[in-house]
């Protein structure tokens, strides 16, 4: 009897009063090999990218750690780490080489290694793009550019709404999970007005794995019970999201309360915004789609260049205006506290997610970083970057911690690219060398 082959792109399909819907799966065992540390045909799993940014900044006296080299401690803004730390690399003494005094400099530095010209985009695509380029050719979603805070700087400017860029032109940035999650996952046959329409009738589920269940019932008798739990397990997370995002749009709508005379500006919904929520879904979506092999690559933007989100358990003013003020450094310390706090879930969704023998984590390279070091003073000197997770063994791990004593962030991207094994030379960066105690490779 001939062993059931099964594509690790096979779908879950189902049909219903024209509605014809396909959700994808998760990496199977019947799709390994023997070993379960690659594919059945042997070849290795997919390496993955995200870039995870955040505005304004940090106080490098509460986010640096002390000791160079291996075995350092978490400091207090990165003690939120701990659950992940062995999967994290923090690089500090690396300066912005694209001018100085203005955010834009600190995002080209950092994302693109272009130089700041004061005006349109930066020459080159930023890191993810470029890496885009390369992993994004053989998925269905070449990359995802995701946004939890809405809290934008200047609304208007095209540079502080998208921090990533591919050959001139801004990327848009999909702020709702609900909207995300539909993209992916309920691909449906026929246009979103008459699916709305079918499901205000009551002729088709609100659920994407209502849909699907049926053949996911089919195909688990042709699976071992490992296979048939993971399936389980699928469905279920998927499910659980479905009904999350639907709760959270239900509390956003009553919330929502239409006043006499609509304000004129957007305070009202920056100071409602959930960014816990928000960041725990995009994060879970993302943990999805990566599973699926529906994406490689991933750009995160917590909150833009100067962004004035609000935390406040913290501080009743934004962000970007604490920084500016002397008496309010501590609460920029905590703020940056916080959003590690937020890129750790995100780090820990992906080390709980299966993959053969290991998990997502240990298949993924993560940059983390911001525009500004010290937004107080507008610094580019000595900016904030972390690198994380194993991408399939090209990074050191445990991580450590590398002082850069004054080099320039071009490094940063080009470890990235090597670790990643796309070439080099194409990428435009003024210093091709890379920071080498980081990599395996």
């Known amino acids: 009897m001939s062993k059931l082959v099964l594509s690790r792109r096979h779908m879950l399909k189902g049909c219903r009063n024209g509605l014809v819907c396909s959700l994808a799966l998760p990496v199977l065992d019947i799709m390994l090999n023997n070993s379960g540390e690659a594919f059945s045909d042997d070849s ?16 490098p006296e509460t986010f640096y750690p002390a000791q160079i080299g291996a075995n350092y401690q978490l400091s207090t803004s990165l003690a939120p780490l701990m659950p992940v730390k062995d999967y994290v690399s923090v690089l500090s003494g690396f300066n912005g080489s694209s001018g100085t005094g203005q955010h ?19 020459k080159n695509s930023t890191i993810d793009q470029f890496v885009a380029s390369h992993l994004g050719k053989s998925s269905l979603f070449p990359s995802l550019e995701i946004g939890v ?18 050959n001139g032109l801004y990327n848009p940035v999909e702020f709702d999970p609900k909207n995300l999650f539909n993209r992916l996952f309920a691909n449906f046959g026929i246009d979103e007005a008459k699916r709305q329409k079918l499901m205000n009738e009551g002729k088709v589920s609100r659920s994407v794995v ?25 469905l279920e997370s998927v499910f659980q999201l ?19 005379t609509p304000p004129i500006s957007n305070i009202g919904s920056r100071q409602s915004e959930n960014v816990k929520e928000i960041n725990r879904a995009m994060a879970e979506i993302v943990a ?22 609000l935390f406040p358990d913290i501080s009743s003013t934004d962000h970007h205006s604490a920084t500016h003020s002397p008496n309010l450094q501590n609460a920029v310390s905590s703020m940056t506290t916080r959003i590690m706090e937020h890129f750790s879930e995100l780090l820990q969704v992906l080390k709980n997610t299966a993959l053969g023998t290991g998990n997502l984590l240990d298949s993924t390279l993560i940059y983390a970083t911001s525009e500004m ?13 972390l690198i994380a997770g194993k991408a399939n063994g090209a990074l050191k791990y445990p991580g450590i911690h590398v002082a850069g004593n004054g080099l320039g962030t071009d490094l940063a991207l080009a470890t990235i690219v090597k670790a990643l094994k796309l070439p080099l030379d194409s990428y435009d960066l003024r210093n091709k060398n890379t920071v080498n105690e980081l990599l395996n490779v």
């Open 288 to 309: 999805l789609a990566f599973s699926c092999d529906l994406t490689r690559v991933a750009t995160i933007q917590f909150s833009g260049p100067a962004a004035n989100t």
């Open 149 to 166: 805070s809405k809290a934008l700087y200047f609304e208007n400017l095209p540079f502080y709404n998208s921090i990533s860029c591919r």
């Open 210 to 234: 209502d849909l699907v269940k049926e053949d996911g019932k089919r195909l688990k008798k042709l699976l071992g019970l490992e296979d048939q739990k993971r399936i389980d397990a699928h």
């Open 373 to 385: 070091s010290i937004a107080e003073t507008h610094s580019t000197v000595n900016h904030p970057i």
């Open 242 to 260: 479905e009904k999350r995002l639907e709760k959270q749009e239900k509390s956003e709508a009553d919330q929502c309360k239409i006043p006499g």
């Open 104 to 122: 834009a400099a600190g995002v080209c530095a950092l994302l693109s290694g272009s130089p700041y010209t004061y005006s349109g985009p930066p």
């Open 44 to 59: 290795p799993f997919p390496t993955r990218f995200i870039l995870f940014f955040w505005g304004n900044g940090v106080r």
